[in-house]
């Protein structure tokens, strides 16, 4: 009697053992088939944000820029360095360095044949980073609208007292246009 029930409690084990890895693979090959359908539930294009589709498109629109990227001169050379005067971004093969500053071809020969005068001095500060980026717009509309051209250094002065570093823009002209470029640098 004892024998029998503990033949029927084995068998029973056996099954409950039979029917857990039925179920179990029967779950696993469930989910198996579930992923990749989810997968393919995903359309080839995704549902983003409203907001960050109008980015994209944005993005996108912006991309035939691009071209401004590259030397105007070489088309297949990327543009590396900027041009002081006209602000261009040329390769390396098209831009030279003079002082702390790069040339392009065009604009060296008009730096080596005039005198360079200061014309005008922002001292700029890290707490008002727009003060710059104005005088650095102001400097490129004189170019683009007047052709007047002009570069700017920076000037690094070390303030012993305070023990900090001051950091000036100095904007420099040809003696011809001093009087203009003040007019427009100073509004
Ligand atoms: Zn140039
Ligand atoms: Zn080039």
Redesign the pocket.
């Known amino acids: 009697m004892e024998q029998t029930a503990l033949v029927l409690i084995s068998i029973m084990n056996l099954l409950l053992v039979i029917i857990l890895g039925v179920l179990g693979f029967l779950i696993y090959r469930l989910f198996k088939q579930k992923l990749p359908a989810q997968n393919q539930d995903t359309p080839a294009e995704p549902h983003y944000h409203p907001d960050i589709m109008k980015r994209m498109k944005d993005m996108e629109r912006l991309r035939p820029k691009r071209s401004d990227l590259f030397c105007p001169n070489h088309p297949d050379e990327p543009g590396e360095t900027t041009?002081?005067?006209?602000?261009?971004l040329?390769c390396k093969a098209c831009i030279r360095p003079f002082k702390t500053l790069h040339?392009?071809k065009?604009?060296l020969p008009l730096i080596m044949k005039n005198e360079w005068e200061e014309v005008f001095t922002l001292k700029t500060s890290t707490h008002d980073p727009e003060d710059g980026v104005r005088l650095y717009d102001a400097k490129k509309r004189l170019f683009e609208e007047k052709n007047i051209p002009t570069y700017v250094e920076t000037h690094y002065k070390i303030n012993v007292d305070q023990d900090f570093i001051e950091t000036y823009l100095v904007v420099f002209s040809i003696p011809e246009n001093i009087e203009i470029v003040k007019e427009n640098l100073q509004s």
Do not use: G, L, T
């Open positions: 041009c002081a005067i006209c602000d261009r040329f040339f392009c065009e604009h």
